[in-house]
Nanobody, 125 residues
Framework: QAQLVESGGGLVQTGGSLRLSCAGSGRTFSSDNMGWFRQTPGKEREFVAAILWSGRSTGYADSVKGRFIISRDNAKNTVYLYMNRLQPEDTAEYYC??????????????????WGQGTQVTVSS
């Protein structure tokens, strides 16, 4: 059974950094575009960043551009999200997701077929 499992969330102070990981299992995700989304209670899931299956292209939400970096290691079936200069408004549940290669470039959650269970990031002010 294909699964994505996020890790690396936690509590951090404003201005701090975290690295989220998303490990795939049950199938290879090396041919999928991967994305990170986040969600807070009562709000819709919000696009954060995406990376092309090959790793040769990335995209970011304006709110995180210049602070977050998405990367992937296809040999490890893992995607990362490096989050720097974190702000309280970055507090959310973070999810990774996989989409078919022909969906590049999309920020829509509906385009992603596989989802992880989420990892909580809390930024204290």
């Amino acid at each position: 059974q294909a699964q994505l499992v996020e890790s690396g969330g936690g509590l951090v102070q404003t201005g701090g950094s975290l690295r989220l990981s998303c490990a795939g299992s049950g199938r290879t995700f090396s041919s999928d575009n991967m994305g990170w989304f986040r969600q807070t209670p009562g709000k819709e899931r919000e696009f954060v960043a995406a990376i092309l299956w090959s790793g040769r292209s990335t995209g970011y939400a304006d709110s995180v551009k210049g602070r977050f970096i998405i990367s992937r290691d296809n040999a490890k079936n893992t995607v990362y999200l490096y989050m720097n200069r974190l702000q309280p408004e970055d507090t959310a549940e973070y999810y990774c997701a996989a989409a078919a290669a022909d969906t590049w470039y999309t920020t829509s959650p509906g385009a992603y077929q596989y989802w992880g269970q989420g990892t909580q990031v809390t930024v204290s002010s």
